[in-house]
C-alpha cells in the first residue's frame, strides 16, 4: 500500500501575525488595568523612556490611578490609544 504525501506551503509571517493578533486580543480582554512594569514589558520601551516620553504627558496623567504615594495604574485601553497618539506625534 503506498503511503499518500501530501505538502502544504504555509506564509510563516502569516501564521505569526495571525497568532500574535490572537494573542493581542486575549491580553486585551483580559487587561482592565496595567502598571508601568507591565507597560514597559508590552511596549518593549525602557521605564525611563516611558517616564520621559508619555508618562508626564498630560493625557496619560489625566488616566493615571494612585493612592497617595502608592503604585500608578492606567487604564489599559484608553492609555494604549494615548500612547498611540503621542507617537503619532513624532
Known sequence: MQMAQIKVDVNQ????????????ESIEEALFIWDVDQM???????RS?????????????????R???????????????VIREIMNEW
Request: positive net charge.
Open 13 to 24: 509571517d502569516e501564521v505569526r501575525n495571525y497568532i500574535n493578533q490572537k494573542l493581542e
Open 40 to 46: 514597559s514589558k508590552r511596549t518593549c520601551m525602557s
Open 49 to 65: 523612556t516611558l517616564e520621559v516620553e508619555f508618562l508626564r504627558d498630560p493625557r496619560m496623567k489625566l488616566l493615571e490611578r
Open 67 to 81: 493612592k497617595e504615594k502608592g503604585k500608578r495604574y492606567w487604564f489599559y485601553e484608553e492609555s494604549k490609544r
